[in-house]
């Protein structure tokens, strides 16, 4: 299985366990907008059924919250992210590492999908991640960053990125995010 396999895999069962936390706890789709988003700002419904459907998952801090919210079920986060039955059985260092790499690879690809799209990269990853994460020093390597990966992509997509139906052009970002990840592991990052 490619890991764009293992993840959409590992995304799903995730899903599963976070919609069997809120049936579990009595929590209706609407007590956990409610309480998962902001005052008087609720969190999306889509952005809920999406985390169910395990087409996203929650980021740490949300998926805590989510737990919080939903601790009438019993389950810890360590079983929603890894679907031991007892905490025990769970490598919580393993569990964090394997969502950081996951959420990093998605963060990746929303940069790149939105830099051949037009958008500077800088100012893609401090839409997706807030100013609190992206100094402007950061902002300015992406900027940096932008003419190389913009040239990167259309080089693997021969040049016809254009062209390019979705679906192929989801297959050569996942393509190019796996490659990241594996040359960031080659390279003394953890894998």
């Known amino acids: 299985m490619s890991l764009p396999e293992e993840r959409a895999e590992r995304k799903r069962e995730v899903g599963k366990r976070l919609r069997q936390i809120a049936r579990l706890a009595g929590k209706s789709v609407t007590d956990l907008r409610q309480e998962l988003g902001q005052p008087g700002r609720p969190l999306g419904e889509n952005t809920i059924y999406r985390w169910w459907r395990g087409e996203q998952t929650p980021f740490p801090e949300m998926m ?80 940096q960053w932008e003419a190389p990966m913009r040239e990167y992509i259309a080089r693997h997509a021969s040049g016809q990125w254009e062209k390019l139906t979705a679906e192929e052009r989801e297959e050569l970002l996942d393509a190019v995010v796996e490659m990241a990840v594996t040359r960031f592991a080659a390279f003394g990052g953890s894998d």
């Open 64 to 143: 805590d919250r989510y737990v919080e919210v939903c601790r009438a079920s019993g389950k810890t986060r360590a079983w929603v992210m890894a679907g031991g039955e007892e905490e025990g059985e769970v490598d919580l260092g393993q569990d964090l590492h394997l969502v950081v790499k996951e959420q990093a690879a998605a963060l990746l690809k929303e940069v790149l999908r939105r830099t051949m799209a037009g958008t500077n990269p800088g100012l893609a990853a401090r839409d997706l991640l807030g100013d609190r994460w992206i100094s402007p020093a950061r902002q300015g390597q992406y900027d």
